[in-house]
């Protein structure tokens, strides 16, 4: 079964930079595509960063472009997401997201359970 699990989170200050980590295990990594989404209080659950199954193409949101960076590592099974510059309104808790059709073909989307980053002087 699909399983995510993000961790790097925490405490940091503004201007600061984090990495957060997602393992996957359970699927095919290398054929899907991944995604960062967040969540602050309050507010709904957002896109922050995606990448394909080879790296090729990243989006961003606009919020976030120039300052986070996505990659992964196929053999590793990982993803990432390099935070720098952050600011308060980059704290949220952070998802894990990857989006794997089932036997009908119906993309089902699955997410690990979330990794919080606190951004505060």
């Known amino acids: 079964q699909v399983h995510l699990v993000e961790f790097g989170g925490g405490l940091v200050q503004p201007g600061g930079s984090r990495r957060l980590s997602c393992a996957a295990s359970g699927f095919i990594f290398s054929d899907y595509a991944m995604s960062w989404y967040r969540q602050a209080p309050g507010k709904e659950r957002e896109l922050v960063a995606a990448?394909?199954?080879?790296?090729?193409?990243?989006n961003y949101a606009d919020s976030v472009k120039g300052r986070f960076t996505i990659s992964r590592d196929n053999v590793k099974n990982m993803v990432y997401l390099q935070m720098n510059s952050l600011k308060p309104e980059d704290t949220a808790v952070y998802f894990c997201?990857?989006?794997?059709?089932?036997?009908?073909?119906?993309?089902?989307?699955?997410w690990g359970q979330g990794t919080q980053v606190t951004v505060s002087s």
């Open positions: 997201n990857t989006r794997i059709p089932n036997r009908l073909g119906v993309p089902y989307d699955y």
């Open positions: 990448i394909t199954s080879t790296s090729s193409s990243t």
